[in-house]
């Protein structure tokens, strides 16, 4: 079955700490994006990559880093440089067409005490 | 700057009733809407894309419409079922600032009673 798989699903760390979320897709899509859900807020874009070795910067990407070396692995690290951390992480992917619909993992849920 | 707003937050509603969920957007300039149903916990399951040329889009129980000049889309879901309790968010896709961007509504949170 083809789709995308985020873990783990629930993380707890430290405060200070770097943490990192996985993300995998089959779906052979070559544009990937990492979106931060909060309570009562919709989704942000944190970064997202159009092309394996490109990147680009969302909406709140300060105190977060990504690499795209593979086609198929979007990586998002947690560094301690990010103020408030804690929230629900979902990983996307799609086809380069705007007209392509988004396809989404199961989130990863990161707590930082 | 692309806003877009979801009202009712949350509704509930008994089993079988034919319901709308709104949402509206601020900048017209968009290339379409997309649909997605959310579980507690889970990620987004897209439902229905309404390109900006295409008044609407049916699947199933769904069907999504699209009125650009006005800024606004409807979901309606038809004989709604205890399965059909999930979030609702839409969100549209345009370019601004330079780049493509999706803005997301922060949804309606349905619950459908048996």
């Known amino acids: ?113 | 700057k692309q806003e877009v707003t979801q009202i009712p937050a949350a509704l509930s509603v008994p089993e079988g009733e034919n319901l709308v969920l709104n949402c509206s957007f601020t900048d017209s300039a968009i290339y379409n809407l997309q649909w997605f149903r959310q579980d507690p916990g889970k990620g987004l399951t897209s439902l229905l894309l309404i390109q900006s040329s295409q008044r609407e889009q049916t699947s199933g129980r769904l069907n999504a419409s699209l009125d650009k000049s006005s800024g606004r889309s409807t979901l309606y879901i038809a004989a709604s079922q205890p399965g059909d309790s999930a979030t609702y968010l839409c969100a549209v896709r345009g370019y601004q600032g330079g780049s493509e961007k999706l803005v997301f509504g922060k949804g309606t949170k349905l619950t459908v009673n048996p």
């Open chain 1, 1 to 113: 079955d083809g789709g995308i798989t985020q873990s783990p699903k629930y993380l707890f760390r430290k405060e200070g700490q770097n943490v990192t979320l996985s993300c995998e897709q089959n779906l052979n899509h070559d544009a990937m994006y990492w979106y931060r859900q909060d309570p009562g807020q919709g989704l942000r874009l944190i970064y997202y990559s159009q092309i394996v070795n490109d990147f680009q910067k969302g909406d709140i990407a300060e105190g977060y880093s990504v690499s795209r070396e593979k086609k198929e692995s979007f990586p998002l690290t947690v560094t301690s440089a990010q103020k408030n951390p804690t929230a629900f992480y979902l990983c996307a992917s799609s086809i380069r067409d705007y007209n392509s619909p988004l396809h989404f993992g199961n989130g990863t849920r990161l707590t930082v005490t």
